[in-house]
């Protein structure tokens, strides 16, 4: 009698745990699992039953109505770049523009205004004194990029007011922008152009002879203008440097004949061309010359 007891205790509460667990078993079986494809629709939440519809329903009108239509493009992108990966899918041509310009500043900088040539200028300048690091090479740039920017501010200036306005309200898109800028540049850089320089990039690129500078294409004017600009600064340079060359070779001179020849000639020229470079105010000179040589 005790076995067949504990038998029928065991039945029961079997029972009662098959009994507790329907419901939820139940309930799994009728949620559609999550298969991770994102044009496949879960439908509608099962928590009442009247929203599970006839069970005589066809497997072709099932499988259309969990398949989602495709997402329509928009129409236009607004202005905007579609790049896929990116949140939104989309980046404003502005930050692209802004991007390209900031990788493009040293060329820029070095190639298409005069700081190649003033910078050439103050390096032969320093070698001419005899200072090897006074002024220290940040100086030198430094001086150079301030005088930059105030030989193009009027060219910036155009450039703002001509194509950057324009851009920012909307009127014109950033290659347009891009293709005014390019008109202030080339009348800055025609008029210091060599026309040799010019004729030698002309025959190099194989293009036909243009009927003036202005129709000169861009290809040819900027190694043109840069090799313009090299050749301008050394022969400022060299010119700056006869002066102090002269003083070398007169007290060199003098040393040799008195029989100084354990003393170094640079000790005694170095402290007399300072002189001679600070009595004749030698930076107002040579700074005004130069922002002469651009008018």
Known sequence: MSLRGTLTKVLIFTAVLLACAAPAVAQESLSVP???????????????????????????????????????LPASSGGFLQIPGTPGGAVPWSIVVMLTTLTLIPTILICMTPFARLLIVFHFLRQALGLQTTPTNQTLIGL??????????????????????????????????????????????????????????IELAKEPRPAS???????????????????????????????????????????????????????????????LFLMVDGWHLLIGSLMRSFQ
């Open 34 to 72: 999550d298969s991770g494809i994102p044009w496949i629709d879960r439908g509608p939440a099962l928590a009442e039953p009247a929203s599970l519809g006839p069970l005589s329903e066809s497997p072709s009108s099932s499988a259309a109505r969990s398949v989602a239509p495709p997402a329509s």
């Open 144 to 201: 150079s990029l301030i005088l930059t920017f105030f030989l193009m501010q009027p060219v910036g200036l155009k450039i703002y007011d001509d194509s950057i306005i324009p851009m920012q309200a909307g009127q014109i898109t950033a290659l347009q922008a891009l293709t005014r800028a390019e008109d202030p540049m080339r009348q800055f850089m025609v008029h210091f152009v060599r026309e040799k320089d010019v004729a030698l990039f």
């Open 213 to 275: 500078l202005n129709d000169v294409s861009m290809r040819v004017l900027l190694p043109s203008y840069i090799l313009s600009e090299l050749k301008a600064g050394f022969q400022i340079g060299t010119v700056l440097f006869l002066p102090f060359l002269i003083v070398d070779i007169v007290v060199a001179s003098i040393t040799t004949s008195v029989g100084m020849l354990q003393l170094p000639p640079v000790v005694i020229s170095t402290p007399l061309k300072l002189l």
